[in-house]
């Protein structure tokens, strides 16, 4: 679990850096392509399920090592670990500031922890 919110500190630091000006590609795109090219909306969909893959192998480890709270269930976890994150992300990018990343972070060691 230190892995994860390890890499998400880190993201809220390179946007930091970036002015909140630099994001990830696939939450760019995803509102604006998705809804002109099936091909691409495709190869988004799986970039998004493999990045939700990941996070679920981290939750499943955790899991395991009983370092979160025990009731969680890691596809359900993943997915909402993702959409706030990626949601953040867009409220980071639109007002310039990395504070809506850093309530995310804080909300989800609250909600990981129990």
Avoid: H
């Amino acid at each position: 679990m230190d892995r994860l919110l390890t890499y998400l500190e880190s993201n809220i630091a390179r946007m930091f850096e970036k002015e909140c000006q630099g994001s990830c590609l696939v939450a760019k795109l995803a509102t604006e392509i998705s809804s002109f090219s099936d091909p691409m909306r495709e190869v988004l969909a799986d970039g998004m399920r493999e990045w939700q893959g990941i996070i679920e192998k981290v939750v499943i480890e955790a899991l395991e090592k009983k370092v979160i709270r025990p009731d969680l269930e890691p596809a359900a976890t993943a997915a909402l670990i993702q959409d706030l994150w990626m949601g953040a992300s867009q409220r980071s990018q639109v007002q310039r500031n990395v504070a809506p990343l850093r309530g995310a972070l804080t909300f989800l060691r609250r909600y990981l922890a129990g």
